[in-house]
């Protein structure tokens, strides 16, 4: 699940610059659960047509939650509950995402499909990176009323 903010500068131009922030939210049944917030900067490319492409590159902060009990081996070679409960860890994203604009509406309506893909730094110790995806559908509602003058 995922609350994303996007700001578009010369909206009207064919390439824009665009800033994307997001705060999500994914759940693994057996290695997490995880909060992410993430800033990035990428273009829109919109013809007149209403279709528009977006990709992005950014920077993020993620925290995951252990949904099971943890155990290590202690130096007695005995197993004992890890104290360990969250993790944080860097994120760097990079989204590509295509879709449809309404905008002759009051408050501009789109729809689009999203593929998300970062890396997560650091993950635990034996392995230091782990790389996500994730491909998303959503609709997205534009909050200000675009003039012709944007």
Known sequence: MEINLEMIRNRNRTVSLLYNSSLSWYYHEEFANAFLFDFAIGCNIKPKSGLFFNADIGLGYQLSLTPVYMYELNDYG??????????????????AKLGYSFQKMKHPVSIFVKYKWFVQAPYIDDVPIVPHGALH?????GLKRISKNN
Not at 137 to 141: A, Q
Request: glycine share 8%; aromatic share 14%.
């Open 78 to 95: 005995e197993y004992v509950r890890d104290k360990f409960v969250s993790r944080s860890s860097i994120v760097i994203p990079v989204s």
């Open 137 to 141: 559908f959503g609709l997205g509602i």
